[in-house]
């Protein structure tokens, strides 16, 4: 059974100037032991997607219109929220970008790490704290037991986001989503978080679905890929795949724009314009504008994701051509 | 963002970890791993998660421990910063004064308020009676000394009043949001609408008896909306903050979230606002009694002296009758406003 499964998922939110459709039938799963990882510009809907996944979508303006997140078989979407909030950190955790805005400011960090243990297990104080500082040690921050009692802001950026993945990690849950883990912190740091992260998930054996923009971040540690564009997912494949032969123009635009050792002094290659105003999205292929492979066929029909490959998919009509060229 | 205060220990886990193990649990057994820790229960007591905000479990691998490398949170930084703010020392002082007098007036005025010899009316201060007599013939410092624990007792029931309806009310409407918080802040408009001084002499003059309470119950309810409309707002804008989100997402429960991470975070101006409102509240009871329509003898008050005092011009032949509750309400006034301004300064970071 797939750990989790996301169906022709639709969010849409209600702003002043009309609805903005931020999540347009995404579909994806991933399996115990599995990374998944979401690449997208901002804006392309997928923390918006994880949010709906974790249930913490701000509603109102947000609102899920259409499509099935089965978990562990279950859809949901149609549990009661009491049912729901059970879940949340006992089987599935969600890790935050920016740890410092994360973590209450008033509360020592094994405070809160210790909450974990006291709201789901209803743990002892003193047994709680114990766990703790366990945790700390497992995340490998230096002399946990004299740091639980510090606050948030003593801790420097990359010990923050140990802390967080701790708190994720507390109740051992099945699925772990990472919105952009480390995107605010510098890149030697960025490694060791990372590496921390596939180790602890390989452990653990559980579904991992990181959400980055970088491509970097993603090449080690991830699976699959899902590439979201508009509140669409335009490209899935196993990363090898995606790396090796993208089979969709974005993906293309994407790997081209990561700076390279071997082409120093030319120009970088970015893709043109701007990601679509959600409110205004353009008809037919949502990329068109920026595209360019670009037909008349791609302002009329939008293409659908189809399958090209043993595991993969593309939302190109032009995705043979893609292929071939290469 | 403030860099870490505490230098973080290089990639050596063992060398920089057994040292700051060895101080956190006093228990010095030379075993200690950090594998080894659960299996240590006497190290527990000085790492169970600090309650109080300088709780600060063990000390500093190289020893160099001190002030700056403590474990602060908003409030204990708030009290290093009270303490060393005269406005602070100064008003507390004066308050811990006031407070000790209005529960135990004996302690510097033995004599009954409320005896009094008409023979004696407007006589100058004489030995024993400083402060000299007032029209009925009392002993004005006895009367001044008295009347504190009217003023103290409204300031401090009406604000704790004010404060816990307010933000209960302010708070809660913040959380939810939704049709409660339309109706709340549609009813904060309109009790923002009735001007609290005619407000005053419409209400109290309509009930008979008024008693500290009636005073106290008229304050409360017109001052309310006031903090209500604070706690909605930095309930509002602590509710956005991603921690709030990330215990959610944690499986914080809705009563949890509000209490742990949300009251904590957002009571800060309600302090602050609740604060500078107390001595505006002891005005106001003065002012009421004042205008006739407050307390009521044998209630002895600060403002009905004031009003006796300018009735007929009596002060002009005897000035001391007016001056010495004035400046007794005057201070007392002033010492509130001066806590509350040392305490919005220390709670609020973008002041510093």
């Known amino acids: 059974m797939t750990l989790l499964e996301v169906r022709d998922l639709h969010v849409e939110f209600s702003t002043r100037d009309g609805v903005a459709r931020a999540v347009n039938g995404v579909t994806y799963g991933v399996e115990a032991g599995e990374t998944l990882a979401v690449l997208g510009e901002s804006g392309s809907g997928k923390s918006v997607t994880a949010q709906a996944v974790m249930g913490i979508l701000d509603s109102p303006p947000g609102r899920i219109t259409g499509g099935e997140i089965l978990f562990e078989g279950r859809d949901l979407l149609r549990l009661p929220e009491e049912e729901r909030r059970r879940l949340r950190g006992a089987r599935m955790a969600m890790i935050f970008q920016d740890a410092l805005s994360a973590l209450n400011p008033v509360l020592s960090v094994g405070y809160q790490l210790a909450e974990m243990f006291r709201v789901h297990q ?17 995340v490998r921050i230096p002399s946990a037991r004299a740091r639980a009692g510090d606050y948030p802001h003593q801790f420097s950026g990359g010990m923050r986001q140990r802390i967080m993945i701790a708190m994720a990690l507390a109740l051992e849950p099945r699925l772990i989503i990472a919105d952009e883990p480390t995107t605010a912190l510098d890149v030697t740091v960025q490694a060791q978080v990372m590496e921390l992260l596939a ?27 899902a590439v979201m564009y508009a509140g669409h997912i335009v490209e899935s494949a196993p990363v090898r795949e995606l790396y090796g032969e993208p089979g969709h123009p974005y993906t293309k635009g994407l790997l081209d724009s990561v700076p390279r050792l071997d082409q120093k002094g030319r120009e ?34 939008a293409p659908p994701l189809q399958q090209i490959g043993a595991e993969r998919s593309s939302a190109c009509h032009f995705w043979k051509e893609l292929l071939d060229a290469r | 963002m403030p860099e870490p205060e505490r230098p973080e220990p290089d990639d050596s886990e063992e060398t920089a970890g057994t040292p700051a193990l060895e101080v956190a649990g006093g228990a010095a057994e030379l075993t200690a791993s950090p594998t080894a820790v659960p299996e240590r229960p006497a190290a527990a007591p000085s790492t169970a998660p600090a309650a109080e905000p300088g709780g600060e479990p063990g000390g500093e691998p190289g020893g160099t421990g001190g002030e700056p490398e403590r474990a602060r949170s908003l409030w204990s930084d708030a009290w290093l910063e009270l303490r060393r703010n005269p406005v602070f020392l100064i008003a507390g002082a004066l308050i811990v004064f006031l407070v000790l007098i209005s529960v135990w007036p004996g302690l510097i005025a033995s004599r009954n308020p409320l005896a009094c010899s008409l023979s004696k009316s407007l006589d100058p201060s004489a030995p024993g009676h400083p402060f000299g007599f ?32 307010g933000s209960l009310l302010g708070g809660l409407a913040g959380f939810f949001g939704g049709w409660w918080d339309a109706v709340l802040s549609r009813l904060t408009d309109i009790f923002f609408g009735i001007p609290i001084m005619l407000g005053g002499l419409v209400f109290l003059s309509m009930t008979g008896s008024r008693s500290v309470w009636t005073v106290i119950a008229f304050i409360v309810l017109l001052g309310w909306p006031q903090i209500a409309r604070i706690a909605r707002g930095s309930v509002i804008a602590t509710k956005q903050n991603d921690y709030v989100l990330a215990a959610r997402a944690l499986g914080a429960s809705n009563s949890r979230m509000l209490a742990r991470h949300i009251l904590p975070n957002a009571v800060a101006p309600v302090i602050v606002t609740a604060t500078i409102a107390l001595g505006t509240y002891i005005a106001l009871e003065a002012t009421l009694s004042f205008l006739g329509v407050g307390l009521q003898p044998p209630t002895v008050s600060w403002g009905a002296d004031i009003s006796d ?19 007794a309400l005057s201070l007392t006034v002033l010492a509130f406003i001066m806590l509350g301004d040392a305490v919005r300064d220390a709670l609020d970071p973008k002041l510093r």
Do not use: W
């Not at chain 1, 105003?277 to 353009?282: F, G, Q, W």
């Open chain 1, 122 to 138: 209803k743990a002892s104080r003193r047994e709680a704290a114990e766990k703790a500082v366990e945790l700390m040690d497992r």
């Open chain 1, 199 to 225: 180790d602890l998930q390989r452990e653990y054996q559980m579904g991992l679905i990181l959400i980055t923009h970088d491509l970097g971040v993603v090449a080690d540690v991830a699976d699959r890929i």
């Open chain 1, 268 to 301: 970088l290659d970015a893709i043109k314009g701007l990601p679509p105003n959600l409110l205004r999205v353009p008809p037919g292929c949502a990329f068109h504008p920026r595209c360019p492979m670009a037909r008349g066929v791609c302002r009329r029909d």
């Open chain 2, 134 to 165: 007032d029209a009925q013939g009392c002993d004005v410092y006895t009367r001044v000394v008295h009347g504190a624990r009217t003023s103290v007792t409204v300031g401090v029931l009406a604000t704790a009043g004010v404060a816990a309806l």
């Open chain 2, 309 to 327: 005092a300018s009735q007929g011009m009596q002060f002009r032949n005897a000035p001391h009758i007016l001056l010495y509750p004035a400046a």
